[in-house]
């Protein structure tokens, strides 16, 4: 018999489960659109040659390829028969080629929002703005292992802009961002920028080969999940030399010092950093946190985050309870040009949707209406098959005056339609029986109360209303 479970990191979402979700994407399409982005779509398969590439060694692993189809399938896998060998003895082997899966996909699972944005602008840059503000909410697939908060398909609610260098894009989107969360009820939540430059210029002053400084950002960006142990085993296991390597952790640790304090925390890192990087990347990093005063920005130089397509300010936003972030971004200058000639500079931020809810439900953040939502205002009782008609037609009558209405289906006992109104917290039920419906009229009941109330049946959706808003 096969399983009835959704596959591994997959879910199925109920109705209480896709409530609460509606009301989080609400408040974040809201406050995108207040700021100018517009809403964008793309296709759940890309081309395999549009993603790879783009995110990194580790990134390319957990994209979800998918096999060629029908002819294209069955010449890739004639080609690698044709290279199983046979020994003196007859014994058949298969070569390293025959296992070359980029020979039997051809498309593959969208990974993140970005990179087929910028696909998108390229394809389509006469037609969009000089300055194009999108937003694009949609599921993503990662072949990862599945942990809390984190599933192999999930949401991302993005926000990105497209076409300018300024340091005010990087302003809006901490602001857009930090009012989402401020509206969903997040009070605690930090916001830790970086620079690419910031880190490439740490990595230099420890003598790390530039060949090698891939390799490390990826250990670097594990610090909060790994921590400093971790990291150093991880560096010395990509060939980091210890001495470079304990210069860089100990940067980080001062770093972590300084903002434990809380004194003066991005004033004293920026000091900390002058006679290792650039005037000019340092002062980036000031416009951004003087234009966005008031928000909680904090400089963390151990931020690094993974994908390898950002070139400039890096960004991301953790709650003091949850291992990872809430949302991360950055600037990503020159992923467009790798899909046409022009470079053209962009930067975007990417809410993690599926852990805010985890931390919402955790908190008991929802407001009571989401929290405890029903699938309708009142039940419509059906008292027999003989008034059916009329239940149906009061229902009809309900739904027109703009409350929810739910018919029970069959003429079973009145009791047990009502306990089941109650199980599911429907709060008011409409009761037509056939004295009810020679007298013109209809039987409220408040199911949270027990109070009952005959009421013209033309009057009864304003009765309703009245009862339900208290």
Same mark, same amino acid.
Request: a negative charge; hydrophobic letters at 40%.
């Given at each position: ?16 489960? !896709? ?52 002819? $294209? ?7 690698? *028969? ?24 051809? =498309? ?25 503000? +999108? ?6 697939? *990662? ?8 599933? *192999? ?13 300024? /340091? ?16 969903? @009820? ?5 916001? +830790? ?6 880190? +490439?210029?740490?990595?230099? &002053? ?16 594990? =610090? ?31 770093? *972590? ?5 809380? $004194?003066?925390?991005?004033? &004293? ?27 909680? !920005? ?16 890096? /960004? ?14 950055? +600037? ?31 908190? @008991? ?24 008609? %009329?239940? =149906? ?6 739904? #027109? #005056? ?13 009791? $047990? ?14 009761? =037509?029986?056939?004295? %009810?419906?020679? %007298? ?14 005959? %009421?013209?049946?033309?009057?009864? #959706?304003?009765?309703? $209303? ?5």
């Amino acid at each position: 018999m096969a399983s009835t479970n959704p596959a591994r990191g997959m879910r199925d979402f109920l109705p209480a489960d !896709v409530r609460k979700r509606e009301y989080v994407i609400g408040i974040i399409k809201e406050v995108y659109e207040s700021y100018g982005f517009e809403p964008l779509e793309t296709p759940a398969v890309e081309n395999l040659e549009t993603l790879t590439g783009k995110y990194g060694e580790e990134g390319n692993q957990l994209i979800f390829r998918i096999l060629k189809r029908g002819e $294209k399938l069955g010449e890739a896998l004639k080609t690698a *028969r044709s290279n199983v060998i046979s020994d003196d003895k007859g014994r058949s082997g298969i070569t390293s080629e025959m296992w070359d899966f980029e020979k039997f996909t051809d =498309l593959a699972l969208r990974y993140d929002l970005t990179v087929p944005l910028a696909r998108v602008v390229a394809n389509n840059k006469n037609d969009l703005p000089k300055f194009f503000k +999108r937003y694009q909410i949609q599921p993503v697939w *990662r072949a990862d292992r599945p942990g809390r908060g984190r599933y *192999r398909e999930f949401y991302q609610c993005d926000v990105d802009a497209i076409g300018s260098s300024s /340091m005010v894009v990087e302003a809006e989107l901490i602001a857009a961002v930090s009012e989402i969360l401020r509206r969903l @009820g997040f009070e605690d939540f930090i916001i +830790r920028i970086n620079h690419r430059e910031i880190l +490439r210029d740490i990595l230099d &002053t420890a003598s790390i080969p530039i060949e090698m400084q891939t390799d490390a950002l990826i250990a670097i960006d594990k =610090l909060d999940k790994i921590g400093t142990d971790g990291v150093a085993r991880e560096l010395a296991d990509r060939g980091i030399d210890e001495t470079a390597a304990g210069m860089i952790l100990d940067i980080f640790e001062q770093t *972590r010092l300084i903002t434990e304090s809380g $004194k003066d925390v991005n004033r &004293t890192i920026v000091g900390n950093l002058l006679n290792i990087v650039s005037a000019e990347v340092l002062g980036d990093v000031g416009k951004i946190l003087q234009y966005t005063a008031g928000h909680p !920005v904090f400089i963390d130089p151990s931020l690094a985050r993974g994908l390898s397509y950002y070139t400039g300010t890096i /960004m991301e936003i953790t709650v003091h309870d949850l291992a990872g972030s809430l949302a991360g971004g950055g +600037r990503y200058d020159g992923l467009i040009g790798m899909f046409g000639k022009e470079q053209i500079p962009a930067c975007g931020f990417s809410l993690g949707l599926e852990r805010i809810l985890v931390v919402m439900d955790e908190r @008991g953040m929802f407001p009571p209406e989401i929290a405890g939502s029903t699938p309708a205002d009142v039940m419509v009782a059906l008292w027999s098959d003989e008034t059916a008609g %009329e239940s =149906l037609k009061l229902a009809a009558e309900l739904r #027109a #005056a703009g409350l929810r209405v739910t018919v029970y289906p069959e003429a079973d006992k009145l009791g $047990k339609q009502l306990k089941y109104a109650d199980a599911i917290k429907i709060p008011f039920a409409c009761i =037509l029986g056939e004295s %009810e419906i020679a %007298e013109g009229k209809a039987m409220i009941k408040d199911m949270r109360s027990g109070e009952q109330v005959s %009421e013209k049946r033309n009057e009864a #959706a304003t009765r309703l $209303k009245q009862m339900k808003n208290g």
